[in-house]
């Protein structure tokens, strides 16, 4: 997604996203490690609702990304993803949960809030300049994405990868 954002927008108009994908998932690992994990061990149910809401919302963002129109400045107007929308993403993305759920049972199994709030803040240290990463390589790739018919190449095949990135998540039942 971040990449998608970097080639359509470029850096600076993708810096909401970035920043709401970094405090976002930090926000979540802290909520999941301070007491959201016992939630959703307590109502089993809950598990399979983010699940479906998680998929259909990825299946939406894929659909977007396929029918993106050129961003301004380009023959059309989209636009990036808020920052309170990227933020909000990680809250049913379920890479994201699953990476949450597994940081805090592994790297805080005491659930203690200085313990918890290490592993959020070593998540923030290390996941901006990683999401920038992402990018700077979609902004790289916007030179090569200078036709309407290669920019949505590049969407429709993005959007395919979004898609099969859920795979996972459907197939382990």
């Known amino acids: 997604m971040l990449m998608t954002s970097g080639a359509n927008f470029g850096f600076r108009r993708t810096i909401p996203h970035m920043a709401g994908v970094a405090l976002g998932f930090v926000f979540m690992a802290a909520a999941v490690g301070l007491g959201l994990v016992g939630l959703f061990d307590a109502w089993p149910a809950s598990y ?8 259909g919302y990825l299946l939406w963002l894929a659909w977007k990304f ?4 050129p961003p301004e400045g380009r023959g059309g107007g989209g636009r990036p ?6 933020a909000a993403f990680q809250w049913v993305n379920p890479k994201a949960w699953a990476m949450a759920l597994t940081a805090v049972t592994a790297y805080a199994p005491g659930h203690s809030p200085s313990a918890v709030l290490t592993v959020a803040a070593v998540f923030g240290a290390v996941n901006l300049p990683s999401v920038g990463t992402w990018v700077v390589a979609g902004q790289a790739l916007r030179r090569l994405l200078d036709t ?3 920019l949505r ?8 990868l979004l ?7 459907v197939l382990a039942g």
């Open 48 to 55: 399979a609702i983010l699940k479906a809401l998680s998929l």
């Open 81 to 86: 993803m808020t920052f309170l929308q990227a």
């Open 153 to 160: 190449v590049f969407n429709w095949t993005m959007a395919v």
């Open 66 to 69: 396929a029918n993106a129109t």
């Open 163 to 169: 898609v099969a990135s859920a795979l996972p998540v």
């Open 148 to 150: 309407p018919a290669r």
